[in-house]
Structures are given as C-alpha cells and as structure tokens.
Nanobody
C-alpha cells in the first residue's frame, strides 16, 4: 500500500560524507513525521533523526552537529545528510514514515508506520 525506498548508502572513509534519500510512494494522503533509524551489528535499532511535517527536527546526541535531516513534501521524500562520518556510524539505516492513507485518517490524526528495507552505511579506511 505504501512503500519506502532508501538509497545513497555505501562505503566512505572517516571524515567523509554521504546523503541518504527515502522516497515514499503508494496510497498516501499525507505524511506526518519521517524518521531515520540505524542498527549496527549486535545493537538495538536507534532513532537517528526525525522531521515533522512542519519541518521541526530532532537528533540523537551522537549525531548532532554532523547530520542534517530534511524533506521535500511535494515529493514525499526525506533526506539525511551525514558529514564528518565516524566508524561508529557504520550501520544499516532505515527510513520510517507516519502515513495517513486517506482523508479520514488525517482528520483523526491516525497515522500508520511504514519502514524501508534499509541501506548499508560503512565508515572505514
């Protein structure tokens, strides 16, 4: 019904940059928050950054000042600009979106969560 597709991951050296994209498609009336999570091997999935429909943002302490989340509401797309990358940023990064698939859901502020398939980010020399 709703699909999220991440792109932009890869291998980068410490201190480098990557930009992740998350494109939502399908039966979408509106999207509330869009989030980026990550999961490193042997660790729990953690919230990295969040952006509301109005553009308010929130970041994990570990990425503040290095990562920037943004979104293009017309394209139903979120981005994560990652600068000054560190080896500890290595993880699979997942996009999450809170979606209303019809007007009734939006009026009632009912949003369903959808996840992307994840994109690998590896920071290594």
């Amino acid at each position: 019904q709703v699909q999220l597709v991440e792109s932009g991951g890869g291998l980068v050296q410490p201190g480098g940059s990557l930009r992740l994209s998350c494109a939502a498609s399908g039966t979408i009336f509106s999207i509330n928050a869009m989030d980026w999570y990550r999961q490193a091997p042997g660790k729990q999935r953690e919230l990295v950054a969040q952006i509301t429909s109005g553009g308010s943002t929130n970041y994990a302490d570990s990425v503040k000042g290095r990562f920037a989340i943004s979104r293009d509401n017309a394209k139903n797309t979120a981005y994560l600009q990652m600068n000054s990358l560190k080896p500890e940023d290595t993880a699979v990064y997942y996009c999450n979106a809170h979606v209303a698939t019809n007007q009734a859901m939006a009026i009632l502020h009912i949003y369903r969560e959808y996840w992307g398939q994840g994109t690998q980010v590896t920071v290594s020399s």
